[in-house]
């Protein structure tokens, strides 16, 4: 089968290529999964599990990608929930290797039904987005109707699914980024912008949940805003600001079923718009998975034609 593959951790991007590799066998509890379209995470390339297994063995080469819409093919022994010519979406085990490629080995509990009417392109952009958002807000952030949320890149993949479903959640979305994310971050929802190389963050006032999508000095600062019982929750590495009086939180997402299942509901309802950038061939993903310019949105590699 036809795969993207990374072979040198120091070569970065310059080391992706485009090759054949053995299609991937059923063991128990997996399904086989041909894969229809791939979303990807540029920061990939920097995670070790892309690069070793949970022993930390070197398991290169590997194929990178971990997001997924497809067709279920073949069932392991084990294998439940799912069936042969069911359409699917998910998030694949880090360890693994990924969904750039033409066919995917994964655990049955970790595919996702996907209703006939949901695009596979659509489809394969949602489950790292859409699941980080879900868990970020609502699992680790606790946010209710009525409360206020801050919302740090609020015009990427995930910051305009949480705006989305902070919004429709019912509290008040203020997001944040560069100043010509102004405009897509209001178009998706958010109430309110900060224009982080220009306004004053401080000025933003207390909130009863800050979401991070960018770490560093942005993280910093938005410990002070945060609510007595408020939340800081992040998923740029562990948390080195914390609330004076409030909880701070960082994680990885995880693959879940029903949450996953809601989110695609709202894409059918219209009641979630999805963010994609650019959408690039197999044959073409080396030069897409390492863009020239900055690219606002999801990139999503479509496997088949």
């Known amino acids: 089968m036809k795969a993207i ?48 297994d949970r022993a930390n063995r070197d398991r290169t080469p590997s194929i990178p990608g971990h997001e997924f819409s497809g067709v279920v093919t073949e069932l392991g022994y084990g294998a439940t929930g799912v069936s042969v010519g069911q359409r699917v979406l998910g998030i694949s085990d880090w360890h693994r290797d990924g969904t750039l490629a033409e066919y995917l080995a994964i655990e049955a509990r970790d595919c996702t039904p996907l209703p006939g009417d949901v695009d596979f392109t659509v489809a394969a952009s949602l ?12 699992t680790h952030g606790r946010l209710q109707s009525g409360q206020s949320v801050l919302v740090h890149g609020a015009a990427g993949a995930v910051g305009t699914m949480a705006t989305q479903l902070a919004r429709e959640a019912g509290a008040h979305v203020i997001g944040t980024g560069r100043a010509a994310d102004r405009q897509k971050a209001i178009d998706f ?10 306004d004053p ?17 942005v993280q910093q600062q938005s410990a002070a805003l945060i609510k007595a019982g408020g939340t800081l929750v992040s998923v740029v590495g562990p948390v080195k600001a914390r609330p004076a009086d409030g909880l701070a939180i960082d994680f990885v997402v995880e693959s879940d079923r029903r949450q996953l299942t809601e989110i695609v509901q709202r894409v059918r309802d219209g009641r979630l718009r ?7 061939s197999l044959d073409n993903a080396v030069p897409a998975l390492n863009p ?3 690219r606002k949105g999801k990139t999503v590699i479509t496997v088949r034609p």
């Open 5 to 52: 593959v990374v072979t040198d951790q120091s070569k970065g991007f310059a080391g992706v290529t485009l090759a054949e590799r053995p299609e991937p066998t059923a063991t128990t509890n997996d399904v086989i999964v041909r894969v229809e379209a791939s979303g990807f995470i540029p920061t990939e390339l920097e995670w070790p599990s892309t690069w070793t």
């Open 127 to 138: 489950p790292i987005s859409g699941l980080t958002a879900w868990q970020g807000l609502f």
């Open 189 to 198: 929802g958010a109430h309110d912008f900060v224009d982080l190389a220009n």
């Open 201 to 217: 963050l401080h000025d933003v006032g207390p909130v009863d949940l800050v979401f991070d999508l960018i770490g560093g000095d």
């Open 274 to 280: 999805t963010n994609i950038g650019a959408v690039d």
């Open 292 to 294: 020239t310019e900055r």
